[in-house]
């Protein structure tokens, strides 16, 4: 699309937040979609989900067929419910599956597909069609809804996301490495950031706030403010 396409669209009524792993974009979505009453669509999940087929399918995940496989899936995400987004795939939830440590390792791989990303990029469009929706995600603001009323691009230092991260760990009781989990950070940020689809970038019109000395009151209260001068209360 265009430049002058994309001025002549009419603005969507969307909150697009993107940024790289570890900025606290999931539990920000989610808390702000609930304070300014609207829907929030977690696309990670979807990626995860596409993931999980493709492990499933005993296929490797950099392999062209990936594509085909993931084409072949139904992947549905149930936005209707006051709690997290339901995964779907192929009619099975699997909100849990999703978030295990061999799709967070293959899912980099999976989502670099163009075919994946074409057709995960059209099911996101079609949630379109719901009143206020904030979305996040990683091309949002520049691929999925690049008339979205109001982008943001969250950002954290990479010590500062490994860090939470590897506290997330430690609190739930999983084996943490904080080094470990830092050279995993910056992997999922290069493979992400250097894709030749849609590559992990602020959209030019996006409003970048670096998270990594705000507190998630701080963070929301910012983007709660947003909203109310671009979007309204
Ligand atoms: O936000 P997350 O960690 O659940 O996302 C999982 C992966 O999916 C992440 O490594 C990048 C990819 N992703 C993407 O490529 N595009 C999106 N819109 C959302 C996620």
Do not use: C, W
């Not at 993107?18 to 669509?41: E, F, H, I, N, Y």
């Not at 594509?67 to 006051?82: H, P, Q």
């Not at 943001?152 to 739930?172: D, G, I, K, M, P």
Request: negative net charge; proline residues 3%.
């Amino acid at each position: 699309m265009t430049a002058s396409q994309q001025a002549q669209e009419p603005v969507v009524k969307v909150v697009a937040i993107d940024g790289p792993a570890g900025t606290g974009k999931s539990t920000v979505a989610g808390l702000l979609a609930d304070r300014v009453g609207a829907t929030m669509l977690d696309t990670g999940a979807m990626y995860r989900a596409a993931t999980l087929a493709v492990l499933r399918a005993g296929v490797d995940p950099s392999s062209e067929q990936v594509g085909t496989i993931v084409d072949a899936a139904d992947i549905r995400l149930d936005v209707s419910g006051d709690d997290a987004p339901v995964v779907f795939l192929d009619g099975e939830d699997v909100s849990t599956q999703i978030r295990s440590d061999e799709v967070t390792a293959a899912v980099s791989a999976v989502s670099a597909n163009p075919e994946v990303r074409r057709k995960l990029v059209q099911l996101q469009q079609a949630h379109a069609d719901d009143e206020f929706l904030v979305v996040e995600g990683r091309d949002i603001g520049t691929v999925v809804f690049p008339n979205a009323a109001l982008k943001v691009f969250l950002t954290a230092t990479s010590q500062a996301r490994a860090e939470r991260r590897h506290r997330q760990n430690v609190e739930s009781g999983r084996p943490s490495d904080l080094t470990e989990v830092l050279e995993s950070v910056n992997r999922r940020d290069h493979l992400d950031s250097t894709r030749a689809v849609s590559p992990l970038r602020a959209a030019d019109d996006a409003i970048v706030v670096d998270t990594s000395d705000l507190t998630l009151e701080q963070v929301l209260d910012r983007l709660t403010e947003l909203v109310d001068e671009r979007i309204g209360a």
